[in-house]
């Protein structure tokens, strides 16, 4: 029986594959840099050999702690070439917690940009410096000198390609396990769904150590299409980049919208860009609407998943407004079921947790089985940790996060039904509903807003109770300058809780 052997899926395959299909055809820009696929395929086995030079056995782990960047794809592209694991680290991190990610995953190297030096920790494994020298050796000097033949180490599909942490946004942050597989299956259908293949082009808006700014970002490399780096999120830039780059898919967040909308009177005309496609939180009806207008004949997809999960839903343009508000159907090979509290099936429009299985499932926790078992079932399913309701059509909305649930009086309050009522005020421009603890309800309804202008809680008090049952009003208003959010755009409600 023939076995697949070397034919095993990696995320170097795209790039060695383009470096020989389309060996001059771009594949990443940065600023006034690029890099052509050769020259990528090259410099990556440079660095897979780089690696090994440092007698690095195969599962080992390579930590990377940069921003978007030209070095970000040939990284991670060579230390799968190297039959090593990839820990990317958020930049914005503090030494203490970058500290934290390095320990837990047994990292052994340490590839960091030189103008994060104040966040590295200190580390006895081998550190590299991107664009300078002050922490360790230089990396264009070390990757300069290793041999430029691919070493091919063997890699099975299914070990994982990456360590990538969680926000944590209880207790430590854990380590989720992605396989390789996992995520080359991701970049294909990624490029059957929103076009990032040969020719095509698009930017790494989203930060790429995050699960989704890399999948979307490296999916472009992998499939032989052309990313261009955007290093910080800027409105106009963004705009500029579409523009001048000739972008024609783009993933952006939620916030990335809110962001334009706040700060350009009106969008650009923007002949290139066909698809967009947004994830990490739920897009208002209010700011999806918007988008419609400010970019016209724009296909819009509404997706939704997350690190341990990948993609489990995609809202495709042809029911994009008629199903506002909806995630969509499951994605490409994926299973999902809702259930109630007993654990049995729900039937459409009764709201249950959600639960997917495909093979863009994470392998587990790293060096955590209890998480592991907490939020996977026997049968291969794992838990969204969302609550959401099916119409009879199929398609999923989200109503919430299950912990985010507010019981109030011994009555459930969704915060998202209360949230999408107050973004329909004119004065409010984002909206954070919580629950705090009360003697009399058990919790009371609170709303963090940010707001255009000064507006009386009477006036909003009012707006709500002509939409909403009195129980779902909010007994509290609070104005703050801005929602606090990780970087993958997600409010940390966490943190609204112990606002004072």
Not at 269 to 277: A, F, G, I, K, V
Not at 429 to 435: H, L, R, S, T
């Amino acid at each position: 029986m023939l076995r697949s052997g070397g034919a095993d899926l990696t995320i170097a395959g795209g790039i060695r594959e383009f470096g020989r299909a389309t060996p001059a055809a771009l594949a990443v820009r940065d600023g006034d840099r690029a890099l052509t696929y050769a020259a990528l395929d090259e410099r990556s086995s440079r660095l897979a050999n780089a690696l090994l030079l440092l007698h690095l056995k195969p599962g080992d782990r390579v930590a990377l702690l940069c921003g978007n960047r030209l070095e970000y794809p040939e990284i991670a592209a060579g230390i799968a070439k190297a039959g090593l694991v990839l820990v990317p680290v958020n930049p914005r991190l503090t030494a203490p917690e970058v500290d934290f990610i390095l320990g837990h995953s047994g990292a052994r190297v340490l590839i960091a940009d030189d103008a994060l030096a104040a966040s590295v920790p200190s580390f006895t494994g081998a550190v590299i410096c991107i664009g300078g020298s002050s922490l360790g050796l230089e990396y264009e000097g070390w990757i300069g000198a290793a041999p430029a033949k691919d070493p091919w180490v063997a890699v099975d599909e299914r070990d994982p390609f990456c360590i990538t942490y969680t926000a944590g946004t209880t207790g430590d942050p854990k380590g989720v396990l992605i396989s390789h597989r996992s995520r080359c299956l991701t970049f294909y259908a990624t490029a059957l769904e929103w076009g990032l293949g040969p020719g095509r082009r698009t930017i790494a808006v989203a930060p790429m150590y995050h699960g989704a700014g890399f999948a979307f970002a490296y999916a472009a490399v992998y499939c032989g299409a052309t990313v261009s780096m955007l290093r910080s999120f800027d409105p106009h830039l963004l705009l500029d980049m579409i523009r001048r780059e000739r972008a024609q898919s783009v993933f952006l967040v939620p916030t990335h919208a809110q962001l334009i909308r706040g700060a350009v009177r009106e969008v650009p005309e923007l002949p290139s860009l066909d698809t967009l496609y947004f994830n990490a939180a739920a897009l208002p009806k209010v700011l999806k609407e918007w988008v419609f207008e400010a970019f016209p004949g724009v296909g819009v997809h509404e997706l939704y998943g997350s690190t341990e999960a990948g993609v489990v839903t995609n809202l495709r343009p042809p029911d994009a407004r008629r199903k506002a508000g909806s995630v969509g159907h499951p994605w490409f090979a994926t299973q999902v079921r809702v259930v109630g509290p007993d654990g049995q099936p729900v039937g459409p429009g009764e709201p249950g947790e959600l639960y997917s299985r495909s093979p863009y499932l994470m392998n587990g926790y790293h060096d955590n089985p209890a998480a592991t078992a907490v939020c996977t079932t026997d049968d291969g399913y794992l838990t969204s940790g969302d609550i959401v309701v099916a119409d009879d059509e199929g398609f999923i909305s989200i109503v919430d996060r299950v912990k985010d649930l507010i019981i109030t009086g011994g009555v459930n309050v969704y915060p998202r039904d209360v949230e999408e009522v107050l973004l329909t005020h004119s004065s409010v421009v984002e909206a954070a509903v919580v629950g705090e603890p009360d003697d009399r309800w058990g919790e009371r309804v609170v709303a963090y807003l940010v707001c255009r202008e000064a507006i009386e809680a009477t006036a909003l008090d009012a707006h709500l109770r002509a939409r909403l049952a009195g129980y779902k009003v909010p007994k509290e208003f609070k104005i703050i300058a801005a929602l606090p959010r990780n970087a993958a755009g997600k409010v940390l409600k966490r943190e609204l809780r112990s606002t004072p």
